[in-house]
């Protein structure tokens, strides 16, 4: 009788030392994006060219805090892996800044807040030009100054060097959507026109398998992806969203939509060359492949570049992954 309950006491601490090994191994390990908590920012000041007006303006870079004074081209600092659609251009000689993405004050910190804008400019106080002007926040660096409005896709170094498997993506949002059901399309170089089809703002994470041929062409396979799209106004913050990423071909899986399929838009990379190149994606990689890059972008309008709804707004912050 003494040995059945000593035997009895046995198992039921094996079976509490297991229970316990369960729980620790099923709690989740959470990995914040450096600078994610969007507490520390680079800022730029720029002055513009007399013939559009001259002023100075102020372009914000996530990175560590730092004021930088003058035209100088931007490189991210501080192991900084974001870069924004805030950019300086420079198209024959004359400077031009667009800023949509800002530092906010959040509790006792900081948040990003990305705008759809308007961006105008007066030539001699004269002709005025308007382009739409989403704001993004995204993995990667952009080549500056911009040279043109050609191919804008082309001027983003698009994701950086990743190879692991994370289970989700979380972050703290609140997002207020403009009224209009269709959009503006303006460029600056035409007339304005109307894109039908309501605004929506965008969260997407793609991890890629990418490799480059013998001729600097770079392709990739789709190893996971995630898009989160937003199409109705929050009442205040939403913290600790957790998107899964789902891995393999998930075009028969219930939570897809045509916004997550291959090569749902041309986005580019630098080659070994040193070449920006468009990343052709081909296809969906097999589950249990690895990754060799990632690429997150936050943004304010879904429809690509001089396309969206000006006054959508997103805010982000703790930006994290989930294992």
């Given at each position: 009788m003494k040995l059945r309950k000593k035997?009895?006491?046995?198992?039921l601490l094996l079976i509490i030392v297991n229970c316990q090994f369960s729980i620790v191994n099923s709690q989740e390990h959470v990995v914040p994006f450096t600078y994610g908590d969007m507490d520390q920012w680079v800022v730029r000041e720029i002055h513009e060219s007399g013939i559009i007006g001259g002023n100075t303006k102020h372009l914000y870079e996530l990175g560590p805090?730092?004021?930088?004074?003058?035209?100088?081209?931007?490189?991210?600092?501080?192991?900084?892996?974001w870069a924004n659609s805030n950019v300086m251009a420079k198209v024959a000689g004359v400077v031009k800044t667009n800023t949509s993405?800002?530092?906010e004050e959040r509790g006792d910190g900081w948040c990003a807040r990305l705008e759809t804008r308007m961006e105008s400019v007066k030539v001699f106080g004269l002709v005025d030009?308007?382009?739409v002007a989403a704001g993004s926040l995204f993995l990667g660096s952009v080549h500056e100054p911009i040279k043109g409005t050609k191919n804008p896709q082309a001027m983003l170094n698009s994701g950086v060097a990743f190879?692991?498997?994370?289970?989700?993506l979380r972050f703290d949002y609140k997002v207020k959507l403009a009224p209009e059901k269709d959009r503006i399309r303006s460029t600056g170089f035409s007339r304005k026109s109307t894109v039908a089809g309501q605004d929506s703002i965008a969260a997407i994470l793609f991890l890629q398998k990418r490799w480059e041929d013998k001729d600097g062409n770079i392709y990739a396979k789709r190893v996971g992806t995630m898009v989160q799209r937003y199409t109705?106004?929050?009442?205040?913050?939403?913290?600790?969203?957790?998107?899964?990423?789902?891995?393999?071909?998930?075009?028969?899986?219930?939570?897809?939509?045509?916004?997550m399929r291959i090569q749902v838009e041309e986005r580019y990379a630098l080659n070994s060359r040193g070449e920006s190149v468009p990343i052709q994606e081909i296809g969906w990689a097999e589950e249990d492949e690895m990754p060799t890059h990632l690429i997150l972008q936050f943004t304010s309008s879904h429809g690509g570049a001089y396309i969206g709804s000006p006054g959508n707004t997103m805010w982000i912050d703790n930006v994290e992954l989930i294992y």
């Open positions: 035997i009895q006491r046995i198992l805090t730092d004021t930088i004074v003058g035209n100088t081209a931007y490189k991210n600092r501080g192991g900084s892996p993405v800002f530092p030009i308007e382009v190879s692991k498997k994370p289970k989700a109705e106004s929050t009442d205040g913050w939403t913290n600790d969203a957790t998107y899964p990423i789902l891995y393999g071909d998930i075009s028969h899986h219930p939570e897809y939509k045509p916004y």
